[in-house]
C-alpha cells in the first residue's frame, strides 16, 4: 500500500509499505475512503518534535476489509469513523468515559498511521463506530472531520460548559477552534467571539455561528474581550493552539468561576502557580475522548444538521501529501483532505 512517512522536519513522503493484516483477534483491518492533515502534524514538520520515519495519520474514515474473530459489532463491508486514540471499551476509564486516556490506549498516528490507503485497527469495537448506511459521497468530509477535529473541538466547548445563556471564547481559528464554534452553537450558547486575524477563517466561523471577532491577541485581545463582557471575560473559553501565549490568553480571559476547554497540544506551557490560584478558573482539557461523541456526532452528520465538513478548504490525492504539508504551514489551508 502507499503511506505517508515523516522522515524529518520538513522531509514527507508517499511510500510503498506492507498491507496490515489481522494480529489480534480484536483487529480490524479498513480500507480508507479519505484522511487527512492535522494540525497537530505540522508540530514535527516544523521540528518542535523530532520524526524519525514516522507513518503519519490519526484521522480515517473507511470500509471495513477484514476483522478478527473476537470482533462483535462491525461486518466486513461496514463503512466505519475511528477515534484518533485506539481504545479497548472495556476498561474502568473508558466506561468512565475517557477512552482517548485507555489503559490500553494507542496513539495512531506513528504505530499505526492513517494517512494510507488501508490501517489495522486494534480494538476494533472500541475504537469503530459504523454508520447507519454507505454516505453519500457529500457526507464523507464531515464524516472525516467526526475523528478528531469535530470530536475535539466538540470536547472543547464540552469541557467549557458551553450552553445556554454563555458567551464562549475562541482562542485559535484553526479546524479545532472552528469547530469548537460549530460545536458551542450546538450546544446553545448565546454569545460566540473567536479570536481570528484571517478574513476566510473569521467568515467560516460565522457560518458557524460567532457572534463577534477579535482581531487581537495575547493581553490585548484579553482587554479585548473584557471590553465586549463587561469588563469580566467570558464563561466558556476553549484553547486550541498549545503554545505559552495562548494559554495565558485562555486563562486571563475567562472570568471567575468560569471553565477552560484546552486540547491544543501543548508545548513548552508553564503555568504560574500564583496567576492560577487567584484566576478561580476551572481547567479541563488533554486528548478529546472522540470515541465518546462518535455515535451522536455521526448522526447529526447523517441527520445533515452540521457541516463539519466545511473546514477543508483543500482536497489532494493522498500522493500529493507533502504538498497538504506544505500548503497548511504556509497558511495556504486550514485543513487538507487527502482522498485515498
Known amino acids: 500500500m502507499r503511506a505517508v512517512i515523516m522522515h524529518a522536519p520538513g522531509d514527507v513522503r508517499v511510500e510503498d509499505r ?30 518542535a518534535d523530532q520524526p524519525d520515519h514516522q507513518h503519519m495519520g490519526h484521522e480515517y474514515v473507511g470500509v471495513v476489509e477484514e476483522i478478527g474473530d473476537a470482533v462483535e ?25 475517557h477512552p482517548s486516556r485507555c489503559v490500553n490506549a494507542i496513539f495512531v498516528d506513528g504505530e499505526i498511521g492513517t494517512q494510507a490507503e488501508r490501517a489495522r485497527i486494534p480494538f476494533a469495537d472500541g475504537t469503530l463506530v ?32 458551553a450552553g445556554p445563556g454563555k458567551t464562549v471564547a475562541v482562542v485559535g481559528d484553526g479546524a479545532v477552534g ?73 486563562i486571563r480571559g475567562t472570568r471567575p468561576g468560569g471553565h477552560i476547554g484546552f486540547v491544543g497540544v501543548s508545548h513548552d506551557v508553564e503555568l504560574p502557580g500564583q496567576e492560577l490560584f487567584f484566576s478561580a478558573v476551572h481547567l479541563h482539557g488533554g486528548p478529546a475522548p472522540v470515541r465518546r461523541y462518535l455515535p451522536e456526532l455521526i448522526q447529526l452528520i447523517w441527520d445533515r444538521k452540521i457541516d463539519p465538513g466545511k473546514v477543508f478548504d483543500l482536497t489532494l490525492p493522498l500522493e500529493q501529501a507533502p504538498e497538504g504539508y506544505r500548503a497548511m504551514d504556509e497558511r495556504r489551508a486550514t485543513k487538507v483532505l487527502l482522498s485515498v
Open 73 to 97: 459489532t462491525l461486518e466486513v463491508g461496514d463503512f466505519v469513523v475511528g477515534s484518533f486514540v485506539i481504545s479497548c471499551g472495556q476498561c474502568e476509564i473508558c466506561r468512565e468515559g
Open 178 to 250: 472552528l469547530l469548537g464554534v460549530l460545536s458551542a452553537q450546538q450546544m446553545g450558547a448565546e454569545r460566540i467571539i473567536i479570536f481570528s486575524r484571517h478574513a476566510d477563517r473569521q467568515a467560516l466561523a460565522r457560518e458557524f455561528g460567532a457572534t463577534d471577532v477579535i482581531e487581537e491577541r495575547g493581553d490585548a485581545g484579553v482587554e479585548r474581550l473584557k471590553e465586549l463582557t463587561g469588563g469580566l471575560g467570558a464563561h466558556s473559553m476553549i484553547e486550541a493552539v498549545g503554545t505559552q501565549e495562548s494559554m495565558m490568553q485562555a
Open 130 to 161: 459504523k454508520t447507519p448506511g454507505t454516505p453519500d459521497p457529500e457526507l464523507i468530509p464531515s464524516l472525516l472531520a467526526a475523528s478528531d477535529v469535530l470530536g475535539t473541538g466538540w470536547f472543547a466547548a464540552d469541557a467549557a460548559q
Open 18 to 47: 506492507e498491507d496490515p493484516t489481522i494480529l489480534e483477534p480484536t483487529d480490524a483491518v479498513i480500507r480508507l475512503a479519505a484522511t487527512c492533515i492535522c494540525g497537530s502534524d505540522l508540530w514535527p514538520y516544523r521540528g
